[in-house]
């Protein structure tokens, strides 16, 4: 074939194609099968085309229009059907739309759990392909991928050895960690770290400690978690406070302890030597500073959450310990499929105090020199018991159920009879107090390996206050009554709670719950027989929570959360947004920041007779006396770990609106209820290292509180105040050493003291206000192949420092212009002596 013949029939071919894809293409269809309408368009414009007769007869289409091109006829006779064309050559092919695949999602999820006992570990972190998170109170984890199908997992928990292993995509998986009890020297694992002491830094204003560790610290071993919680910074040791924590400023009653799930309220004691539960429960700590996120709520301060052993499932064990105080016991056994029973019970077994180890300072306001201190010896009664009981229980698959029951009481009194310069005082005070916590818990693992809590809990603090008080002249003839005074105050919560966490993908993971509270508050005083207030007040709430943890990098992780209240009684919506941020600076490095806003409606209100003393009562918001506590937080902090060194700096900024204090001056007919507010800055410095098997830790706070109340008529001041619980400088130094089998141990504490005049603000106090602590321990285990024991001496107050205890101290008038004041003393050099043995 010639060129020219060849140049010709292209010509023709691509003259032809033009006029194919020119021609105007009309389509008139009502109601027909695609099929047909395509056959027809095929035979009336000599359209060549490709499909399944069969499939496309499924479909019936509508359509009159004219087109320019077959292309845009087929398009529009396709549109919103799963069916697509290309065209080959000149034939068009019809065939089913291919549906885009999603990207295939693996998932790992499971639980960490004790290695022997079974126990779950609550809050562990877990980090997986470079990504962290934490598990919920049942130890559950899930994380989604849809880039990666094999997981590096790292698990790590206070007290045990880190876990470090490699998966594939799996659920229900358990990631047993085996514990490393210090000094038992029957756990060893070569090549492998241990979570020790505490952990800092992963969160802002967040801090986890090892309970395995407070034994070796100086002290009675019925106080052992709190003697450790008193040793980290940001947290006031200053003072021996007796049952309230005071973290970062906070005011009493702004923080809270949860067991369980329920609220510890706290029971008395005098020189903080019994702690609120019983530490042989305890299993794990968190402390919640501020700026935490919108899982937490009700409180403006900080939060401890503790959470109490599951007991053993594999076979029966008991633990007793006797010290100077107490008889304490726990017993766990295997109940049921699965299940496991703990009871715990401690109690006191003789008098508590030593009248000799009971002086008070006692100066007249008109004489406030320190030679003129007269001691004066009371005889305290004093009793404490408590006892916990808790059900666990893992169901089908790994769901958790238990029932956790605490209940407490204790008495205080004592009776001064004593001559103090011409006069002689006669005084009789006594308080009581008694206390009930229940919890039901139910966390369910979905075979996806999201998760989702219920929480029924009910917590409640009754107490009752006598104060008779008769001050005489015997020269003089004078007799006067002055205080009658009986009061009782109790405090009820009910809570039904539940929390759900859903991993949606490897950078995001979704949380969100919903809560129902109900408060009652009761409060009833006599003086002199007389009426003066009966209170019953309560409250309702709706409160709920969503929030975001976002890893768009493994360097980074972004929290945005919400979290809400709607309160019935004042028919008020609460909003508190919070945000969190984590940023990792290499190995080694985070840098953390938080913010958010927060709500409280009950409170603890401080009332103020005319000498200045303080007493606390719980109230529930009115926001007409008494406001709504609301306060907003900023954190801001970095952290340093490497090769068992941690370096810690945490700053934070608070303030708190809705303050209340209520002044009660009978005789001077002044009665005044004040709100104000707080401002609380500070910054916290841990410096932490461990070498071979010893640990020491330093730990500095310079913090300022400063609070206003507005203008009061009879202390005469207006403005800002440093307030009670200020303390600006605390040092806090820590040494524990092992020599398996035996332990040393100390820790010193100092305070620079808190504002002279706390009282009132012309109360006068003893010139010492600064506060010295140095303790030691001495301990020894003992070992065999059933029993383990070990024996302990620790001594506190080595030095004998005199030292003031915050907020425990009164001010009795001796005549119209004189007044005592009456300080506690803190713990003085005090020798004390435990023995645990267990099986």
């Keep these: 074939m010639s060129a020219g013949k060849i140049l010709i029939a292209l010509i023709i071919l691509l003259t032809a194609n033009a006029v194919l894809h020119a021609q105007t293409v009309s389509v008139d269809a009502v109601d027909l099968p695609l099929n047909k309408v395509l056959t027809g368009l095929r035979d009336a414009y000599n359209i060549p085309m490709s499909f399944d007769d069969r499939k496309l007869s499924k479909y019936k289409v509508s359509l009159r229009s004219d087109f320019a ?181 906070s005011y009493e009653g702004h923080s809270k302890v949860t067991f369980d799930g329920f609220t510890v309220y706290g029971l008395r004691n005098f020189n903080d030597n019994i702690s609120s539960f019983n530490p042989l429960m305890a299993k794990n700590i968190e402390i919640l500073k501020g700026g935490y996120d919108a899982r937490w709520g009700e409180r403006v301060g900080g939060i401890v959450n503790i959470s109490g052993k599951n007991g053993n499932i594999q076979k029966p064990s008991f633990t007793i310990v006797a010290n100077n105080m107490t008889l304490n016991a726990l017993v766990e056994f295997p109940l049921f499929k699965n299940g496991a029973l703990v009871i715990a019970f401690r109690h006191t077994y003789y008098n508590l105090y030593n009248p000799e180890d009971m002086n008070f300072w006692v100066r007249g306001d008109n004489n406030p020199d320190s030679a003129n201190t007269i001691d004066l010896t009371i005889v305290p009664d004093y009793r404490f018991r408590d006892f916990n009981v808790k059900y666990s229980a893992r169901l089908k698959g790994d769901d958790l159920f238990y029932v956790s029951l605490y209940g407490g009481g204790d008495r205080f009194s004592y009776a001064i009879d004593e001559p103090v310069r011409n006069y002689v005082i006669n005084k009789d005070t006594r308080e009581e107090n008694s206390q009930l916590g229940l919890a039901v818990f139910y966390g369910k693992t979905w075979e996806n390996g999201n998760t989702s809590n219920l929480n029924i809990s009910y917590s409640g603090l009754s107490s009752s206050y006598n104060d008779d008080l008769v001050v005489v002249v015997p020269d003089a003839g004078f007799y006067n009554h002055l205080k009658n005074l009986v ?123 005319d000498l200045g003393n303080y007493r606390y009562l719980w109230v529930i918001a009115d926001n007409e006396d008494i406001p709504v506590l609301q306060a907003s937080h900023f954190v801001l902090g970095t952290s340093y770990n490497r090769n068992r060194f941690t370096l810690s700096i945490e700053s934070y900024l608070k303030h708190t609106r809705g303050l209340t204090r209520y002044v009660n001056f009978p005789a001077k007919d002044i009665r005044e209820i004040s709100q104000g507010e707080a401002y609380s800055a500070g910054i916290d410095i841990l410096i932490k290292k461990d070498f071979g098997k010893h640990s020491a830790w330093v730990s500095y706070s310079l913090s300022k509180t400063i609070d206003q109340y507005g203008y009061f008529s009879y202390f005469n001041y207006d403005g800002y105040i440093r307030a009670p619980q200020d303390q600006v400088h605390e040092l806090k130094l820590a040494l524990l050493l092992n020599f398996d089998p035996f332990y040393f141990s100390s820790n010193y504490v100092y305070g620079s003291g808190f504002p002279k005049g706390y009282a009132a603000p012309t109360a006068t106090t003893p010139a010492k206000l600064n506060y010295n602590r140095l303790d030691v321990s001495f301990i020894y285990k003992f070992l065999d192949r059933r029993w383990k024991g070990e024996a302990g001496l620790s001594i506190l107050n080595v030095l004998n420092t005199q030292n003031i205890k915050y907020a425990n101290f009164e001010r009795l008038p001796a005549s119209l212009t004189n007044t005592i004041n009456i300080y506690a003393e803190a713990i003085p050099f005090t020798p004390t002596l435990y023995v645990k043995i267990s099986l």
């Design 487 to 609: 009061s009782s105050n109790a405090i009820r919560e009910y809570t039904v709670e539940a929390d759900n966490r859903f991993s949606l993908n490897q950078n995001h993971t979704l949380e969100a719950g919903l809560g129902y509270k109900f408060n009652e508050v009761l409060l009833q005083e006599d003086t002199f027989g007389i009426s003066q207030a009966n209170i019953r007040a309560r409250a309702q709430r709706i409160n709920g929570y969503v929030q975001d943890v976002m890893t768009p990098g493994e360097k980074v992780t972004f929290k945005a959360g919400l979290r809400f209240n709607y309160a019935f009684n004042l028919k008020k919506f609460y909003p508190e947004p919070r945000l969190a941020l984590t940023v990792r600076g290499g190995d080694y490095w985070k840098f953390n920041a938080a913010w958010g806003w927060y709500s409280q409606f009950i409170a603890k209100s401080a009332i103020v007779d």
């Design 69 to 249: 091109s077959p292309e845009e006829a087929i398009t529009k006779l396709l549109e919103g059907l799963p069916l697509a064309f290309e065209q080959q050559g000149d034939v068009f092919v019809i065939y089913p739309e291919q549906k885009k695949r999603k990207p295939a999602m693996h998932v790992l999820s499971g639980r960490i759990l004790e290695k022997g006992t079974q126990e779950p570990l609550p809050f562990s972190h877990i980090i997986i392909n470079g990504k962290g998170l934490v598990s919920d109170q049942n130890g559950s984890f899930a994380f989604t991928s849809n880039e990666d199908s094999v997981f590096r997992v790292k698990a790590s928990h206070l007290g045990y050895y880190i876990l470090d292993t490699v998966f594939p995509p799996s659920k229900n998986i358990r990631l047993n960690l085996s514990p490393a009890s210090i000094g038992l020297t029957e756990i060893v694992i070569k090549d492998r770290l241990v979570e020790t002491g505490l952990q800092i830094g992963n969160q802002a204003g967040v801090e986890k400690l090892n309970n395995k560790i407070a034994v070796f610290l100086p002290g009675y071993g019925d106080n052992a978690v709190f003697n450790l919680l008193r040793l980290q910074p940001g947290i006031l040791a200053s003072g021996e406070q007796t049952n309230e924590l005071i973290i970062w400023g």
